[in-house]
């Protein structure tokens, strides 16, 4: 089984500044990686899908970069909205499909 | 606009069964690979099993054997077939679209969720 390891588990910033949020592969995984935001009480949403291309509707603000087992989602500027848990996610080496421990982004 | 729709959930206790359910009032799901996906109270998402358009069907090993995944197209649902529940299948159960091929096995449509909660 791959194990998606998401670094860090929370991230305190400002509206405006930039994050950057990791995920690691225990094995090489191609570029078979997608991000999910997920709110309280919502389902999550697909952001990025096969690395680094952004789903429909999904500001460009968001993108993902990668490749191999090091993987990272970088928004550029944070909008309030932003403020959620972010989720990687793999489908290289399954079953099981698997998804990352989640790292939070908090308003500092 | 609302795409997957579940039901089903509620509270059960350990040993018992449920049948969750999944319809999609905007696409046919037996063209598409559906799966569902958990989310335990204050936990991470997990996997649990997945239905490929030719019928395949694959799961957890943490549900193997005790849970079944299966289609009905006549009336556009898939299912999540629990048995001999346990209290760590308490979780939010999701259904989701998996888009194998143009988004390289992406969960691109989810629905709201269903609470299943397994207690005496």
């Known amino acids: 089984e791959i194990v998606l390891t998401q670094s860090p588990a929370t991230l305190s910033l400002s509206p405006g500044e930039r994050a950057t949020l990791s995920c690691r592969a225990s094995?090489?995984?191609?570029?078979?990686l997608a991000w999910y935001q997920q709110k309280p009480g919502q389902a999550p949403r697909l952001l990025i899908y096969?690395?680094?291309n952004r789903a429909t509707g999904i500001p460009a603000r968001f993108s993902g970069s990668g490749s191999g087992t090091d993987f990272t989602l970088t928004i550029s500027s944070l909008e309030p909205e932003d403020f959620a848990v972010y989720y990687c996610?793999?489908?290289?080496?399954?079953?099981?499909?698997?998804f990352g421990g989640g790292t939070k982004v908090e308003i500092k | 606009e609302v795409q997957l729709v579940e039901s089903g959930g509620g509270l059960v206790q350990p040993g018992g069964s449920l049948r969750l359910s999944c319809s999609a009032p905007?696409?046919?799901?037996?063209?598409?690979?559906m799966s569902w996906v958990r989310q335990a109270p204050g936990e991470g998402l997990e996997w649990v099993s997945i239905?490929?358009?030719?019928?395949?069907?694959y799961y957890a090993d943490s549900v193997k054997g005790r849970f079944t995944i299966s289609r009905d197209n006549s009336k556009n649902t898939v299912y999540l077939q629990m048995n001999s529940l346990r209290a760590e299948d308490t979780a939010v159960y999701y259904c989701?679209?998996?888009?194998?091929?143009?988004?390289?096995?992406?969960?691109?449509?989810w629905g709201q969720g269903t609470m299943v909660t397994v207690s005496s």
């Open positions: 239905i490929y358009s030719g019928g395949s069907t």
């Open positions: 989701a679209r998996t888009n194998w091929n143009a988004l390289r096995g992406a969960f691109d449509i």
């Open positions: 096969d690395t680094s």
């Open positions: 905007r696409f046919t799901v037996s063209t598409n690979y």
């Open positions: 094995q090489s995984i191609s570029s078979y």
């Open positions: 996610q793999q489908r290289s080496n399954w079953p099981p499909l698997t």
